[in-house]
């Protein structure tokens, strides 16, 4: 009973093995009806799916022989690497088709990574209303909200009544394809607030608009960076978050499906920095891959040389008891540990805002308590693993004693070192777990070194 259900869960989201499979045959074979059979019935975003499960020469033979060929929706549901390497393969013609009947949002999201020829091929296709807004938001910096708004939305003076607001609507006039709020303005275009569909159409024709304005309702510059817009949303449980410009009219939207792709990405690429991966994707090509992470790797070789450079030190101490070659990777590998630990704990509670000037200290001394708990209890256990072990109590003493102070050591670094990193203006999480392990790696070989040869040599 359970394979079933299986096929019902994989059928329920996303695309099935079995469907990649047959759609690698379909362009292996070069048949282009049965590529178009699979695919129609598709959403865009199972299409932008099954693009990434195939290898490069499997996506160049398919999009080559699809009839139906790529559409905005699909290339708006592409990893920006692997949107980039498919805008490639369109012709400018094509590509114009595809981004035509596109937001503007996602319209600028697609053609502000693409070389002159595309960019302007695209912007050509648009009307001229259409081109004059994506040219003003490139002008606006890369991660700001004027950037990645949708400047599609619907206004109304905020002395209207439902029931101008509903013959408003239902008027020829354009709407955006997907809307939530009706922003309220002044004779300015200044937002005032705003009303969402569900209670314009639950209340009486004659209610006054104002009187329907949600307490939700705030504004956001255009220059403000789009990530706290999208924090708001999601703090202030925000369907629309409007858009101004210096003077507060308005002149866009960010709505909580954009705000939530924000929030994604911006804990993926945490996620990725924090392990010195960069931003790739499983669909990156290996020299690709191979570029990103080498820095990283080179930063580690640096860390772990000064490591080695601390033990140097205690040479003879080391060479005096063999024992303590053997434990030494334990005391640096739990501290780089608890160190990893308190590290994540810290740089997503800033990326959240949770961890702020007001509480950074109580912060701080509590992962020092933690590192104090956590120290002495497996500095208890170290300490009868070194007598049973080893024969050797002030043996388990030391390690027991190295163990405490780099978990307490640890657990402050974990903390301090992105905080310290985010005052400086340097992306905590791009940075700071090479500092962590550096400290606690030499932490850890110090003290536990140092203190052998104080007490047992």
């Known amino acids: 009973m359970a394979e079933p259900q299986q096929d019902i869960d994989e059928e329920a989201f996303g695309i099935t093995d079995r469907l990649v499979g047959d759609v690698r045959d379909a362009v292996e074979r070069g048949d282009a009806d049965a590529v178009d059979g699979l695919l129609d019935p598709l959403h865009p975003a199972d299409i932008a799916h099954l693009l990434e499960q195939i290898d490069g ?63 302007e ?18 002008s606006y910096p890369e991660e700001s909200a004027g950037r990645h708004m949708q400047s599609e939305l619907v206004r109304a003076p905020s002395h209207w009544t439902v029931g101008e607001a509903i013959d408003f609507l239902r008027s020829d006039v354009v709407l955006p394809e997907q809307f939530y709020h009706i922003i309220l303005v002044d004779p300015r275009l200044k937002a005032v607030g705003y009303v969402t569909l569900g209670r314009i159409l639950s209340h009486p024709r004659a209610t006054p608009l104002m009187d329907l304005a949600e307490d939700s309702f705030r504004t956001f510059h255009v220059a403000q960076d789009v990530e706290e817009v999208a924090q708001a949303i999601n703090h202030y449980h925000m369907i629309t978050a409007p858009v101004v410009d210096d003077d507060e009219r308005i002149v866009g939207v960010i709505t909580i499906d954009d705000a939530m792709v924000f929030l994604e990405e911006e804990a993926e690429e945490d996620i990725l920095r924090l392990a010195g991966v960069g931003e790739g994707s499983l669909s990156d090509r290996v020299l690709d891959t191979t570029r990103q992470r080498f820095p990283w790797l080179a930063v580690n070789l640096v860390t772990a040389i000064l490591a080695s450079l601390v033990i140097a030190l205690f040479e003879e101490t080391i060479a005096g008891l063999v024992a303590l070659a053997v434990l030494m990777p334990i005391v640096a590998s739990m501290g780089g540990n608890a160190g990893t630990q308190s590290l994540t704990v810290a740089v997503r509670a800033i990326a959240t805002r949770d961890l702020t000037g007001a509480n950074v200290w109580r912060v701080i001394r509590r992962e020092a308590l933690v590192g104090l708990i956590n120290g002495v209890i497996f500095a208890i256990v170290m300490g009868i693993v070194g007598v049973i072990w080893f024969g050797s109590p002030m043996l388990g003493v030391v390690i027991g004693v190295a163990m405490v102070i780099n978990l307490v050591v640890a657990g402050l670094a974990g903390t301090i070192v992105p905080v310290v990193l985010e005052r400086m203006g340097v992306d905590p999480a791009l940075a700071s777990g090479a500092f962590v392990t550096t400290v606690t790696d030499i932490v850890g070989f110090f003290a536990f070194l140092g203190l052998a040869a104080l007490w047992l040599l």
């Open 121 to 138: 091929a695209v912007l050509e296709a648009l009307d001229a209303g259409d081109r004059v807004v994506v040219e003003q938001a490139l």
């Open 57 to 119: 020469r499997q996506r160049r033979d398919l999009i080559a022989i699809w009839n139906a060929g790529m559409d905005g929706d699909i290339l708006s549901e592409l990893a920006e690497n692997l949107r980039e390497e498919v805008i490639e393969q369109l012709a400018p013609a094509e590509l114009a088709d595809a981004v035509r009947d596109l937001e503007s949002d996602d319209v600028v999201d697609l053609v502000e990574y693409l070389d002159e020829d595309q960019q």
